[in-house]
């Protein structure tokens, strides 16, 4: 497979005080949309299970699909990054978004469930490719040893749009929802879909920095396989279970409140905003703190932490289980960008390639969601958080043991 070197690359001398302000700019842009997009999801489960009157499995497929692309699409996604550069891969991806928030009219109009499946399908292309994009440019733009943190403040914007958007879902989706209806989604996304073409637009009109290879770094990875570095091995499953977890805690957020303090969907998808939100906090705060904690004792640390909160509020009652599990958020906020850091770490001219292939890891998101739907329709919600709970306690082995700061084999 043909890469692009990104740990060895640069952007000239001459031209990064100029150039670095629009590309982070359309960077925390791209994060906050793509932040807004994938977290609205929450509310699609809770929306679509009542209109269509579903399970939780069923509903959870909203999730599945969405993250299974990652799984499909992100290798030929870096293919494609590869070939037209990071400009055009984001132009394409915010495209591509909008043309499947646009299928939500068709959708709505025919009230088909399977529809509004293959139009976030179509979203999750358009993010895939934002995703391919986004997270290797970023580990370009300064130090490699302060990648973790840069990668954190960036998704902090991300996470700005991850805690508007149930407010969001709440006010312009739920609020109005009836069932046989689907309705409500139909003006939302269409202002989606037409916010997303204008961004496309003005990011096609940017100038961004020139990545440019250097040779003296380039060679000194050259001639290994991918797979023969450790910590990109065991990366791949950190991500995967990492996005599991999140996904999964977050799909299923809404209707775990409405059982346990027994509000409705609409109040109890307002809370659902304070976990992503705790999120922002976190990932703001972890953007300074990793300049000088060490990254795998953190990520160990958090991961220990969100395994303690889920546990004690699936034993516990009322409001107190409540805030537990909205907790976990917090725990979360710096995860990815560490175990993307220290996955990479070192990979030189590998690391396109190696992110194409951590991208591909995202469709945790789709199986750990869905796996948990399915617990949650035939046993207990204490029973169905075991399985983030093991998708955390591996994170705390990779934190602890899992990474290498050599690129042992």
Known sequence: MAHIPLQSVRVPETDAQTSYRPALVSLA?????????????????PFFKKGFQLTYSQSSLVQFYFFLTYGIMSIPA?????KVGYKKGMVLGFAVAGAGALLFLPASLLHEYTLFLGALFVIAIGIV??????????????????????????????SLGTTLAPLFGAAFILAPLQEASSD????????????????????SRLRLPDIQVQAEEKSQTQGRSV???RNLRFGILGIFCYVGAEVSVGTFLTNYITDTVHITENEANGYVSLYWGSML??????AYLLKFLKASATLATCAGLAIVLIGFSINATGYVAVWSMIAVGLCNSIMFAIIFSLAVQGLGS??????????????????????????IDHYTWPIAFLLPILCYAYLVFFGLNGHKSSLAS
């Open 29 to 45: 842009v791209l994060y906050f949309m793509m932040g807004f997009i994938t977290c609205l999801n929450d509310t699609l489960v």
């Open 78 to 82: 870096g293919r494609l990054v590869e």
């Open 129 to 158: 490719l934002l995703q391919v994009a986004a997270n290797p440019y970023i580990t370009v733009l300064g130090p490699a040893e302060t990648a973790s943190s840069r990668l954190t403040l960036i998704q902090g914007v991300g």
């Open 184 to 203: 409500a989604v139909q003006y939302p996304y269409l202002g989606i879909a037409a916010l997303l073409a204008i961004i496309a637009l003005t990011v």
């Open 227 to 229: 797979f023969s570095f």
């Open 281 to 286: 906090v976190g990932r703001f705060l972890g």
């Open 350 to 375: 590998y690391t396109t390639q190696a992110s194409g292939l951590l991208s591909t890891a995202i469709a945790g998101g789709a199986i750990v969601s869905y796996g948990q739907g399915l617990l």
